[in-house]
């Protein structure tokens, strides 16, 4: 078995857990089509097994999955199922398709860390800033140091708020005209609409006329949304427990459900409850990865198909060679 990915060169990470691969911490597959594959983690390429005893392992995955996996997040086609440290990514039309708990709580986490990551250097840089200050004005230390925290809070905030939406396309405002150059910030005023032709649209309010100026479907409405729920999710009221959003999730029955009840208002983001716009931020986070994964697998089954299509194809053609020999070894000579 191979050790390294075939795109990138990288070594694969995990041990392959049930597959018995020996590699690979997220693996896909397919029941149908008989398909197995590595994920890098680097690259994110789909590695495609060797066939010789693919099936087998195939079904010990599925049944991994099947059985004690939890179902992160799914499309038609693609559900992302998580089972011990791995990941298996099903692919091809499931019989059916649970929701289950979601990695709320995972999520929050990752996000502290990267709040942590700016909180702690500004800190450092305001606590020496205001021990100078003070002792220059006088002041005590106590007053400053309750403040600090507030004001190195604010500075993160306005540092998520600041970070520019980026899109393949800046919109342009049907109103006034200009290019909408978006920040996280000005998203908050964003509705989330109701689109027969799109599973997720939003209406923009433009920066500059702040009228409502762009209508954003597909990817980039996603995109603009994570961005914008980002920063609502980190200011003061924004922040919530994972299992109050666990628990509105549960209650509208599903991510889907509550990414179309909340179109179904078309409230600005920002007038959204806090615990439910932390519940619509983890919906569009599944959502944007599994469509990513739905993407890698259109990919590698492209690869898939040419690879053990040629095998196949081979071996077909080994065996007739095969058989032609010894019909002409057959043959009495002379
Ligand atoms: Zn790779
Ligand atoms: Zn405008």
């Keep these: 078995m191979f050790r390294t990915c075939a795109f990138c060169n990288a070594p694969f990470d995990g041990d392959g857990g049930p ?21 890098c983690s680097k690259c994110s390429r789909w590695n495609l097994t060797p066939l010789d005893d693919r099936l087998e392992r195939i079904e010990v995955v599925a049944r991994a999955a099947r059985d004690a996996g ?6 038609e086609q693609v559900a992302l199922i998580r089972w011990e440290r791995y990941d298996f990514v099903r692919v091809g039309k499931p019989l059916r398709v649970e929701l289950a708990t979601w990695r709320y709580g995972e999520r929050l986490r990752t ?31 106590g007053v400053f140091v309750w403040n600090l925290h507030r004001l190195v809070d604010q500075a993160y905030i306005g540092i998520v708020g600041n970070r520019k939406v980026v899109l393949a396309e800046p919109p342009i405002c049907a109103h006034c005209g ?25 209406v923009l309010s433009c920066p500059k006329c702040r009228r409502e100026g762009a209508h954003l479907t597909g990817s980039d409405a996603v995109q603009v949304l994570r961005q914008g729920l980002t920063y609502l999710n980190v200011t003061r009221s924004g922040r919530r427990k994972a299992e109050d959003a666990a628990r509105v999730v549960d209650q509208v029955g599903g991510p889907d459900r509550l990414l179309h009840d909340v179109a179904r208002r078309e409230l600005t983001l920002r007038s959204l409850r806090p ?11 599944e959502r944007a990865e599994v469509e990513e994964l739905e993407r890698q697998w259109r ?8 690879a053990d299509g040629t095998l196949s194809t081979s071996e077909q053609l080994e065996e007739e060679m095969r058989r032609l020999k010894r019909k002409i070894g057959d043959q009495p000579s002379g």
């Design 19 to 39: 597959s018995g691969l020996g590699v690979g911490r997220r693996l896909a597959f397919d029941e149908w089509r008989g398909r197995l594959w590595v994920v």
């Design 275 to 285: 615990e439910r716009r932390l519940a619509l931020e983890m919906a569009v986070d």
């Design 111 to 141: 996000r502290q860390r990267e709040r942590m990551k700016v909180v702690v250097p500004l800190t450092v840089v305001a606590v020496g800033l205001g021990i100078a200050a003070n002792v220059a004005a006088g002041g005590g230390l």
């Design 70 to 75: 939890r179902v992160v997040a799914a499309t």
């Design 178 to 202: 200009s290019l909408m150059q978006l920040r996280a910030r000005h998203v908050q005023h964003a509705r989330v609409v109701p689109d027969s032709h799109a599973e997720v649209a939003v």
């Design 299 to 306: 990919e590698a089954e492209e690869i898939a198909e040419i």
